[in-house]
């Protein structure tokens, strides 16, 4: 997906120094609140949890003007956000031991450590004029989500690749000023467990979804 964007901005700039069509650059920084619900399944156990965490995001953008209607760009972050504002903690208890007088059942404490961030985020997208300086923005969005654990058994999530589309709607302060509010929706993920070792069976798995809402302030060069 990420060839298909570059691709666009290739042609994008080809274009401009072909035709002379006009060009637009800009640094945006956006107040974004990430939202996320996660279910992890390990050894016939279900765990579910919501984290939230808001931080500000800055990101670089180019936009190639179609016509006094619209424009289509393409939106990229430098830096990675983390999905949880803390990394998460779970202490697991398992017991084993066999039934009878003489038997002794044994407890092993296992603690349980994860946490995920979001990289390489790029967002594909167009705005169409709505008149009094309003605007509509439609995209689609591709980012990496990074996941890191560190599990009792030593195995490992990985990371996936996830696809997402965007809309909002903003308003523009002269040639120069932006401000938009707008909602990226995630699809859903499964990731399995990888297997750390031999005789360990890989049973582990987490199913997440993932939203984003932002309130962004961009300068248009």
């Given amino acids: 997906m990420k060839k298909i964007y570059f691709f ?10 072909t035709s002379n069509a006009e060009m637009k650059y800009g ?21 579910t949890q919501n984290v939230t965490n808001d931080v500000i ?15 289509i760009g393409l939106d990229l972050i430098p830096f990675s956000a983390d999905v949880s504002d803390n990394t998460r903690t779970r202490t697991d208890t398992e017991t084993s031991g066999a039934s009878g007088p003489t038997d002794v059942t044994t407890a092993v404490t296992q603690n349980q450590k994860a946490n995920a961030s979001l990289k390489n985020h790029l967002t ?7 008149g009094s300086n309003f ?10 989500l990074e996941t890191e654990e560190t599990l009792a058994t030593g ?8 696809m997402g ?10 040639e120069n000023i932006r401000v938009e509010l707008a909602h990226t929706n995630y699809e859903s993920i499964s990731i399995k467990s990888s297997v750390a070792r031999a005789g360990v069976t890989n049973n582990n798995k987490i199913d997440a979804d993932l939203d984003t809402t932002s309130l962004k302030f961009s300068y248009v060069f």
């Fill in 8 to 17: 666009v901005l290739a042609s994008m700039i080809a274009f401009n120094s």
């Fill in 27 to 47: 640094v945006s920084a956006a107040f974004t609140s990430i939202e996320a619900s996660g279910t992890e399944t390990e050894g016939g156990e279900t765990n």
């Fill in 57 to 71: 995001i800055p990101s670089i953008f180019v936009e190639y003007v179609v016509s006094e209607n619209g424009s």
């Fill in 124 to 130: 594909l997208y167009g705005h169409y004029n709505m």
């Fill in 135 to 144: 605007y509509l923005k439609g995209g689609v969005v591709h980012v990496k």
């Fill in 155 to 162: 195995s490992k999530y990985g990371d996936e690749d996830i």
């Fill in 165 to 174: 589309t965007l809309i909002g709607l903003g308003y523009s302060y002269g």
